[in-house]
């Protein structure tokens, strides 16, 4: 399971980074030096600031990042194959493992709606945050 664990955590942690760098970049910076200038601490700088402002690409990577966990088959397939008597079998490999290796095609579609049923009011979630801070 660590395996599993520290192998997606490696694989996303670039795309975070370079998300979250760009986005800190792009923040004005005059407002953090009127920050500055008013006697704010880095502290409150990073939390009343940054943060809020950061809230958006944040939220996206949330996102994305439980999406992806919750269709991960990839690595569960190369690296342990549903793993120790399914100790590593996540809803996407169960997907596959139903549809191809067991044959049963509508079990699997339906743990793929169940899937998609998941997935929808986490998306619905970032889009309305999404929408409320611009």
Same mark, same amino acid.
């Given at each position: 399971?660590?395996?599993? %664990?520290? *192998?997606a955590?490696? @694989?996303?942690t670039?795309?975070? #980074? =370079?998300?979250?760098?760009?986005?800190?970049?792009?923040?004005?910076?005059?407002?953090i030096?009127a920050?500055?200038?008013?006697?704010?601490?880095?502290?409150?700088?990073?939390?009343?600031?940054?943060?809020?402002?950061?809230?958006?690409?944040?939220?996206f990577?949330?996102v994305?990042?439980i %999406?992806? *966990?919750?269709?991960? @088959?990839?690595?569960?397939y190369? #690296? =342990?194959?549903?793993?120790p008597?399914?100790g590593t079998?996540?809803?996407?490999?169960?997907?596959y493992?139903?549809?191809?290796?067991?044959?049963k095609?509508?079990?699997g579609?339906?743990?793929?709606?169940?899937?998609l049923?998941?997935?929808?009011?986490?998306?619905?979630?970032?889009?309305?945050q999404?929408?409320?801070?611009?």
């Open positions: 399971n660590f395996a599993v %664990i520290f *192998a955590v490696w @694989i996303w670039g795309l975070a #980074m =370079t998300i979250l760098s760009a986005a800190y970049k792009a923040l004005p910076q005059e407002i030096e920050a500055i200038i008013d006697g704010a601490t880095q502290w409150q700088r990073f939390w009343r600031l940054v943060l809020p402002m950061l809230s958006i690409p944040i939220t990577l949330v994305v990042m %999406i992806n *966990a919750l269709k991960m @088959i990839d690595l569960v190369v #690296m =342990t194959m549903g793993g008597r399914g079998r996540v809803i996407g490999f169960s997907i493992v139903e549809m191809f290796a067991n044959g095609i509508g079990y579609s339906a743990i793929g709606a169940i899937l049923i998941l997935v929808l009011p986490i998306i619905l979630y970032q889009l309305r999404t929408k409320k801070q611009l």
